[in-house]
């Protein structure tokens, strides 16, 4: 008898239940001088937000020891859950690469999607390899009050682009 291959599993929507954690958009200490909020949503290939992925960040701020979890340093780390909207946000500080790294876990993957989100568009090697309108994607838009909308799409027209790390 010959067995055919079970399909793949996704990578959720089980993490929603126990991933996400107090705070855990709470990159920075509330009320730091160089604190800013990155913000956005994601969409699924439709449009259509999604309200149960789960997004981690990651990033360096270049102070010795700032790697860990304390409540009062900068953790470098964060993992939020969107809410019924796609919505998310951290509160970070701003970046002395140009770049967020992100993350995303959403229901439909069978693995989860690393991109970046740049707050400074100064020169880097990857946004120049990329062509304007794929370019635009990895872009975080500056607001008001230090805040930056990110918003992530998953397929479809103005996906972001996703990096492959081999």
């Known amino acids: 008898m010959t067995q055919l291959p079970t399909p793949s599993h996704t990578v959720g929507p089980f993490y929603g239940y126990a991933l996400p954690f107090e705070g855990g958009g709470d990159m920075a200490p509330p009320g730091h001088p160089s604190a800013i909020t990155l913000h956005g949503c994601v969409y699924d290939g439709a449009g259509a ?3 149960d992925a789960l997004i ?3 990033q360096g701020d270049g102070t010795p ?3 860990h979890r304390n409540g009062v340093d900068f953790t ?19 970046p002395k690469a140009p770049y967020i790294s ?3 876990f959403a229901r439909g993957l069978t693995h989860h999607l690393f991109t970046r989100a740049y707050v400074n568009h100064g020169p880097d090697a990857l ?3 990329l062509a304007a309108d794929r370019r635009e994607t990895l872009l975080a838009r500056q607001g008001s009050d230090r805040a930056y909308r990110f918003d ?3 397929q479809g027209e103005g996906e972001t ?4 790390f081999r």
Do not use: K, N, Y
């Not at 470098?76 to 701003?94: E, I, K, P, Y």
């Open 76 to 94: 470098g780390f964060g993992r939020v859950a969107t809410d019924g909207a796609g919505h998310w946000t951290v509160h970070t500080l701003a």
């Open 102 to 104: 992100v993350c995303v």
């Open 65 to 67: 020891g700032s790697l």
């Open 152 to 154: 992530i799409r998953l």
């Open 49 to 51: 937000p999604v309200p």
């Open 127 to 129: 946004l120049d390899a």
């Open 56 to 58: 981690e960040f990651w």
């Open 161 to 164: 682009v996703f990096l492959e």
